[in-house]
């Protein structure tokens, strides 16, 4: 008996593969990558409809069937009404976040409980971003990707640097070399101490600022 019902898991299991591989072909998306919030919640709900039709040997496979495509009915229909209705599809797929804007950090964002600085850094070097003066505009996306527009190698200005060598706080007064607020971006031509306090976001740290061309 146990030996026939084992069998028939193989079987539900590969129904219910076909399934899901059909419903997901169905709803248009292409990758992970781009999957929201509300789409994870949808895919997991599929992943829950779709699991115990497999194994339980009560829950027949109409069951799961009808349950997935109901999924997909609600998810298409979800969809189209947020085409139409601003608010719904910003409280489905939330909302772009500015991140970088004329080479300085946007600091409306520094008591968020999702900003992370450093993964952000990590984002911009991934990207070949050696300092913020590179950077005119970046845009952290609603399914977390980072849109990044750069200055022309001409209009490249100074600013924050990003990777760990030049990212460091200064230990001594430079002379005549701008530096660069450590939180915010902000750039001073010429600070008056080393702990003086950035006008932009009131923080007391800085580096030296770079100005170095961007590498592709």
Same mark, same amino acid.
């Given at each position: ?31 992970? @990558? ?60 939330? #909302?772009?976040m500015v ?8 600091? #409306? ?15 911009l @070097?991934?990207?070949?971003v ?8 970046a ?31 200064? #230990? ?45």
């Amino acid at each position: 008996m146990e030996d026939e019902f084992l069998l028939e898991i193989l079987y539900r299991t590969c129904i219910m593969f076909v399934v899901i591989l059909l419903v997901l072909r169905l709803s248009g998306r292409r990758g992970v @990558r781009q999957l929201t919030l509300f789409e994870v919640a949808i895919i997991l709900g599929m992943g829950s409809a779709a699991g115990d039709p497999m194994f339980q040997e009560e829950v027949p496979l109409l069951y799961g069937v009808t349950v997935l495509f109901t999924i997909l009915v609600i998810y298409k229909g979800v969809t189209l009404l947020s085409v139409r209705l601003k608010f719904l599809h910003e409280i489905l797929e939330g #909302k772009s976040m500015v991140i970088v804007q004329e080479g300085e950090f946007e600091i #409306k964002h520094e008591k968020d409980a999702d900003f992370s600085q450093m993964e952000f850094f990590a984002e911009l @070097r991934n990207q070949s971003v050696e300092h913020l003066g590179q950077v005119r505009y970046a845009l952290l996306e609603t399914d977390a990707t980072l849109s990044v527009l750069f200055y022309p190698d001409d209009d490249v200005k100074y600013g924050l640097p990003l990777f760990p060598n030049h990212y460091k706080a200064i #230990k001594t007064l430079p002379i005549n070399k701008p530096c660069a607020c450590m939180f915010c971006g902000r750039v001073e031509e010429e600070l008056l101490a080393i702990d003086a306090v950035c006008p932009r976001c009131q923080h007391k740290e800085w580096a030296l600022a770079l100005n170095t061309k961007r590498i592709s």
